[in-house]
């Protein structure tokens, strides 16, 4: 494959610091895929490289001798100069068995910030001298302890603290561990001669927040890569000096995605082998779940599906048949897979909900707030509102928000009342939103999702909101210039929806919030124009007259027929161009049917000359909203 002049600069990068790094003084060997898996070279992403340099690591594919394989994370050239040495494993690599096994870098106070260590070699491993770093270069240097084989340590700075917060089993090393920055570090293990051991740059995206360590899947998986890692699902939040609880079992099948397709009334079930070895036969069942007790039951079965035998690492999408006629309310449903001697079986239950097709437009997007103002102790709450413009309540529990990175920033909780005809729901990121609109206090309009979840870029992001069935229901892809560009500031101004019947996406149906609290949460917006269930009709009998005062044909009675019982009027005449020549009616009051004669003169009392002309009827409601329009033509003639 042909190398970009960007990939030879990555590689002379790459091989500086490999030189360094390793100690090597002659130049490394290295070349270049763009796009390359273990058994797939055409699935990896734009931007993610593979480096091949002697010698061969236990877990590389299948190459020729003495070539040494190296993941590069996937990411941006922009950011992979700094990547560079976290992975650049030298060849001690080959044969270390001492790795970075779990990571506590958000812990609940007062727990202590944690690494623990596991020896996965089949020989005990002196630690003395041993040291761990992070992306700043503050190191903690091991004291003299031994590491069994297949025994692990846990190193923090305060080993007292820990104990009393948690249980932990075996060797505790007290040591200045460095500060483990919660939005992603840097962390390099290398043993007492420098010579780096395991290494890895963590984000917050790969899991592990909220008083959840941070557990790796295997030792022998490459520990630079995030599917390597996930959030520990202890029922704990960690397993410091144990086991991880999310360590590849040897046989364990599991339930990858879930989800229920409303169109063809059908369950998508991505199954995966989570193990580390060839699964066994199995099956995938469909079940409607009528007790509500998320328990697969014989007489509930609605499809199955054999699974033929899955190599480790494989995954294998399935389609499974709701052999149910769907309604409008979503039935709970469960997919399972069961495999004989499966020793992991917590991931082979997935719960999804059917309901038919999502009523287009029921549910919109209706206001959004990214960017509120401060409150004085601390920042304010976004919200995201929402609009049932249907005609009969909706349960939006379950219900959730995502984003521009197709992760949940909030979900509707259960219980949450539903939304009535008409009627709003601001999903806030905190209670906070209550300081800023009072009125809300004792409303039912409100569901806090919780501040962690919830965060809207200020310069543009995406809005998808989805039902619990995981149907899409409204989309809005917003920009911070949306805003009216006059105002300037618009710190803690909403974004508000203009009509409720106009596309969600387009940047013409959205401004800023006229009100004087910079928004309108749970109440009608200040830019709403009302979604009218018909239509004006605008018509003129004579449609051909000629105003010449012969007594025959002199006027046109332009009749008005509105969908409202009241509303406020303006009627124009225009010429062939679509020039205004007479306001024939301004602002007047109206009811919802009547007529006004018009004399075809223009405005100041002139004769008309004979031609085509378009009568241009505007209807509004009291308080200025609610546009209709109709129009007609007519023609002024001369007799001859």
């Not at 293990?189 to 010579?195: C, E, K, M």
């Not at 239950?349 to 287009?360: E, G, K, Q």
């Not at 105003?547 to 409202?564: A, E």
Request: glycine residues 10%.
């Amino acid at each position: 494959m042909a190398r970009t002049g960007r990939e030879d600069s990555v590689a002379r990068s790459y091989m500086t610091i490999m030189k360094r790094e390793t100690g090597h003084r002659k130049p490394i060997a290295c070349r270049f895929y763009r796009e390359l898996l273990p058994g797939d070279d055409s699935t990896c992403e734009e931007g993610a490289f593979v480096v091949l340099c002697r010698p061969t690591l236990p877990h590389a594919i299948t190459l020729p001798p003495h070539w040494l394989e190296v993941l590069i994370m996937r990411t941006t050239i922009g950011s992979l100069a700094a990547a560079l040495l976290l992975h650049a494993l030298p060849a001690a690599m080959c044969t270390a068995q001492v790795v970075i096994n779990e990571i506590m870098y958000a812990p609940e106070s007062p727990e202590p910030e944690w690494v623990e260590l596991f020896n996965g070699g089949p020989s005990p491993t002196d630690l003395e001298g041993w040291s761990i770093r992070d992306a700043s270069g503050a190191r903690a240097v091991l004291s003299a302890e031994r590491i069994a084989a297949g025994g692990y340590v846990v190193i923090t700075r305060d080993s007292a603290a820990l104990r009393a917060a948690r249980s932990v089993r075996g060797t505790v090393i007290e040591a200045s561990l460095p500060s483990l920055n919660n939005g992603g570090d840097m962390l390099v293990l290398a043993d007492s001669a420098g010579v780096t051991m395991d290494s890895l740059f963590y984000s917050d995206t790969w899991g592990g927040d909220g008083g959840r360590s941070l557990e790796r899947r295997l030792y022998t998986f490459p520990g630079a890569i995030d599917s390597s890692w996930r959030t520990s699902e202890s029922n704990t939040g960690a397993t410091p000096g144990r086991r991880n609880s999310i360590t590849a079992s040897g046989f364990d099948i599991s339930i990858a995605a879930a989800r229920f397709d409303a169109p063809g009334s059908i369950a998508y079930v991505l199954v995966r082998n989570a193990g580390t070895l060839p699964t066994a036969r199995a099956r995938a069942a469909l079940y409607f779940d009528a007790d509500n007790d998320e328990r697969p039951d014989a007489s509930e079965l609605l499809d199955s599906v054999a699974i033929p035998s899955l190599l480790p690492g494989d995954s294998l999408l399935f389609t499974l048949v709701w052999r149910r006629a769907l309604t409008e309310t979503e039935e709970p449903g469960l997919v399972e897979v069961v495999m004989a001697g499966d020793e992991r079986t917590g991931d082979n239950l997935a719960v999804i909900y059917a309901s038919a097709p999502v009523r287009s437009g029921s549910v919109i997007i209706n206001e959004i707030m990214f960017d509120p103002l401060p409150l004085a102790h601390g920042a304010g709450a976004e919200y995201v509102e929402l609009r049932n413009i249907g005609g009969t309540p909706v349960d939006v529990s379950g219900w959730r928000l995502y984003d521009a990175t197709l992760r949940a920033r909030a979900a509707v909780r259960p219980r949450t009342a539903p939304i009535a005809p008409g009627g709003y729901l601001a999903i806030a990121s905190d209670t906070t939103i209550y300081l800023r609109f009072p009125w809300l206090r004792d409303s039912a309009n409100v569901a806090i999702a919780g501040v962690a979840g919830f965060s809207l870029n200020a310069d543009e992001d995406d809005l998808v909101l989805r039902n619990r069935g995981g149907q899409l229901v409204d989309e809005v892809h917003y920009h911070g210039d949306w805003h009216r560009s006059e105002l300037g500031d618009v710190k803690g101004i909403a974004l508000e929806r203009i009509s409720a019947a106009a596309p969600s996406g387009d940047r013409r149906n959205w401004s800023s919030s006229a009100a004087a609290a910079g928004g309108t949460p749970g109440a009608r917006n200040t830019l709403d124009i009302p979604v009218m269930v018909a239509r004006a009709v605008l018509s003129a009998v004579p449609q051909t007259f000629s105003p010449d005062g012969d007594g025959n044909d002199d006027f046109t009675r332009v009749i008005y027929h509105l969908p409202v019982p009241g509303a406020r009027i303006i009627l124009r005449a225009l010429d062939r161009w679509g020039r205004p020549v007479r306001m024939i009616a301004s602002n007047e009051p109206a009811a919802a049917e009547g007529e006004i004669v018009w004399d075809g003169r223009a405005d100041g009392g002139m004769p008309l000359e004979p031609g085509i002309y378009l009568l241009l009827l505007e209807a509004y409601d009291e308080a200025g909203a609610g546009l209709l329009s109709a129009c007609a033509t007519v023609i002024i003639a001369r007799r001859l």
